[in-house]
């Protein structure tokens, strides 16, 4: 069964309307309306997510958040030895020759949830510029949090997104070099599931796209989890 994701909201909203808004991710949702206090630390933050969790799944949405069932709230742990920071990696005025250039970390940090000591799900956190603090964002979004660990090169793997087609990587460095590992199999572009290419064909490859499509065009969205 899919998985998505969830923003925290209070147990009557949840009943209301948790099937409807299990369809819309975080970002677009202002994330000052979780209800959750802000913390200084994005360890803080994910710990305090890690608290609300068991109000987020219920029977009704323990599934769809990739949990077996509602009861391994009780019992999950966030990893936070093992945060996936995220970077972007935008395509447009980019050289090919240099992705580093275009390499820009975000304020976003996905945190694994644990059940059993398996990965089954995680919270998302963020900077929060306007209060200058951190909160938890999301929850769920297991199909992309196990891909990223599936194919973790190292404890310095980065999660690499390319916003134009919606695409999410692992990044990793070998010889000084930025590596992308693609976490699904994307035949418009010829990325195979785990094999490993350098940014700079990983970008050479888009591009060829990003050039015959008219500016105003639609991508076909390729949803990582």
């Not at 919606?166 to 460095?173: H, I, Q, S, Y």
Request: charged share 15%.
């Amino acid at each position: 069964m899919p998985t998505k994701s969830l923003p925290f909201l209070s147990l009557l909203f949840l009943a209301m309307f948790c099937v409807p808004m299990l369809a819309f991710a975080a970002a677009n949702i202002d994330p000052t309306h979780t209800g959750l206090p802000f913390s200084s630390t994005p360890e803080e933050a994910a710990q305090t997510g890690i608290l609300a969790l068991p109000e987020v799944v219920t029977p009704e949405t323990a599934q769809l958040l990739g949990f077996v069932s509602a009861t391994d709230a009780s019992i999950a742990q966030v990893d936070l030895k093992s945060p996936w920071i995220v970077y972007d990696l935008s395509i447009l005025n980019t050289a090919i020759s240099d992705p580093d250039a275009a390499l820009q970390k975000t304020n976003v940090i996905y945190y694994p949830i644990t059940v059993g000591g398996k990965v089954a799900s995680s919270l998302t956190v963020a900077f929060l510029q306007k209060d200058r603090a951190w909160t938890t964002t999301e929850w769920g979004s297991a199909g992309r949090i196990q891909k990223l660990t599936k194919h973790k090169q190292s404890a310095s793997s980065i999660a690499v997104r390319v916003p134009e087609f919606n695409l999410l990587f692992v990044g990793d460095r070998a010889n000084g070099q930025l590596m992308l590992t693609p976490i699904k199999n994307v035949p418009q572009f010829k990325f195979v599931e785990g094999h490993q290419l350098s940014a700079q064909e990983v970008l050479a490859r888009l591009s060829l796209v990003a050039k015959t499509r008219k500016p105003t065009e639609p991508h076909t969205p390729q949803e990582p989890g």
